[in-house]
């Protein structure tokens, strides 16, 4: 990565980063995108550079989290691993690559991205967009889960787990357990969470799977 690039990421990240701590703030409709460029240092139309939309602060494609990175984990998995697993080795392996690549910074991502979630929940129309937005990895996780089964992409086992591990994943930040450990959970507070999320779906998949005659 060019020196350009990374501090065209790092000026994408501050963004969107002071972007939802204003959002929870102020408010999502009351906040705009001069607020955001100020508090951020930077013009306007730099902010609308890299987010067009006010709504691409919250459901850019680019997070960490994208189903973009997971496709490409699950494609790459090593011969015999299951994709729940996968999944669950590529949420820890980010989780721990976000603490050392952005040591200086990660508690202030971890804090954002509670305060994200937490923004998301108490409006309709924002949990209606971050339903869709994991559609897609809702349907990359399914097919992958079919072929380790060597059953349709659509049946109803896969559906049912993928979408259990992946609304479980969305919905990590306003369980009990989370909201309990404080506005700035750390990345271990998080992996052991997504390990229940992760053994949750990985039961249930158990339990409605019929293994072939």
Not at 62 to 68: K, L, R, V
Not at 73 to 100: F, K, N, Y
Not at 160 to 179: K, P, W
């Amino acid at each position: 990565m060019t020196r350009h690039e990374r501090r065209r990421q790092r000026t994408r990240a501050l963004i969107r980063e002071t972007a939802w701590e204003l959002f929870v703030a102020h408010g999502y409709d009351a906040t705009t995108i001069k607020a955001i460029a100020d508090a951020a240092d930077v013009a306007p139309r730099t902010v609308t550079m890299h987010f067009p939309a006010k709504d691409d602060l919250l459901f850019a494609d680019d997070d960490y989290f994208g189903a973009d990175r997971l496709e490409r984990r699950l494609t790459a998995r090593p011969a015999g691993q299951q994709a729940l697993e996968a999944l669950r080795h590529w949420m820890v392996e980010t989780i721990d690559d976000i603490g050392s690549s952005r040591a200086d910074r990660a508690d202030r991502y971890w804090h954002a991205r509670a305060q994200r979630a937490r923004l998301i929940d108490e409006n309709d129309r924002l949990r209606g967009l971050a339903r869709a937005s994991y559609s897609p990895m809702e349907r990359i996780l399914a097919a992958a889960i079919a072929d380790d089964l060597h059953v349709e992409p659509d049946a109803l086992g896969p559906r049912l787990a993928a979408t259990t591990a992946v609304t479980g994943l969305r919905e990590l930040y306003d369980s009990h357990e989370a909201r309990s450990l404080g506005p700035q959970p750390t990345g271990g507070d998080l992996i052991r969470l997504v390990n229940e999320v992760v053994d949750y779906a990985i039961a249930g998949l158990a339990a409605v799977t019929v293994e072939p005659a």
